[in-house]
């Protein structure tokens, strides 16, 4: 996350983009940092099964508000002037805690995709399916299999919902940033996909269930994003996706696994 992200800063900055752009995802994360070093979850599965439920519930919000932008409804509103994607947001910390819960992360990912359907959020449907392929492989289930299907299933009956005009410094940042450097556009592809596999497989800085899940998340988002005109992760402007592997990742730390003690 961290690579990435500074990655990101310095695409912003370097290209001219507004100070208030750079200063959001400053902000961002110095806030997850924060929380992947000092950050805690409480024990126990039923705390970890309302935070997942919280998450689903938020997923749900934005088409409940009815805060629609160019037909689709993704955002959840933090005052007038900032608005976080609730997908990118939200999902990571999801995925993490259905990593750990065998019974019932099924349904966990299920209720997501149904709430990502209504939204609708094809680019985040796609990571979803993704990020269940690699639970699903891992654990041997048919059924996150099935949840997998349905969700990559989904994502291409909703691509291209909405009439949303791409936004600079958002999306086709890999495009903007070759056509000043192609050397540049290179390093920051490479350290948006190369990171993850590294830090988070190669390195196993998480448990494998989940460093492989966020993994596959955080990859399919940046290859969706540069094959459609969806937000790249981390390396664009956007506090969402910054916020959410920070809490997913720090949440990654603290989730113990079920049938076992922490100590």
Do not use: C
């Not at 961002?28 to 929380?35: D, H, I, S």
Request: avoid cysteine; charged fraction near 10%; proline fraction near 7%.
């Amino acid at each position: 996350m961290l690579f990435p992200s500074l990655g990101g800063l310095a695409y912003l900055y370097a290209l001219g983009a507004p100070a208030r752009l750079v200063a959001v995802n400053a902000g961002a994360l110095a806030l997850a940092l924060a929380w992947v070093v000092w950050g805690w979850l409480p024990e126990g599965r039923r705390s970890r099964i309302g935070f997942a439920a919280t998450a689903l519930l938020l997923l749900f919000l934005p088409p409940l508000l009815q805060h629609d932008v160019d037909g689709v409804s993704r955002w959840l509103p933090l005052g007038r002037a900032l608005f976080l994607h609730s997908g990118a947001l939200l999902l990571p910390l999801i995925i993490v805690i259905a990593a750990r819960e065998p019974r019932i992360g099924p349904w966990l990912l299920a209720i997501a995709t149904v709430a990502l359907a209504l939204q609708p959020d094809a680019g985040v449907l796609t990571g979803l399916a993704a990020a269940s392929a690699a639970l699903a492989a891992l654990h041997r289930s048919l059924t996150i299999a099935l949840v997998a299907g349905g969700s990559l299933t989904l994502a291409l009956a909703t691509f291209g919902a909405g009439d949303l005009a791409p936004q600079l410094y958002t999306e086709g940042v890999l495009d903007h940033v070759a056509e000043h450097s192609l050397a540049g556009a290179a390093a920051l592809g490479l350290v948006l996909f190369g990171t993850p596999l590294w830090y988070l497989v190669i390195r196993a800085a998480a448990p494998q269930e989940e460093g492989y899940a966020l993994a596959a998340l955080i990859i399919a988002f940046g290859i969706i994003a540069f094959i459609a005109p969806f937000p790249y992760p981390l390396i664009g402007y956007g506090a969402a996706p910054i916020l959410g592997f920070g809490l997913a990742l720090g949440a990654s730390r603290h989730v113990t696994p079920v049938g076992t003690k922490s100590g």
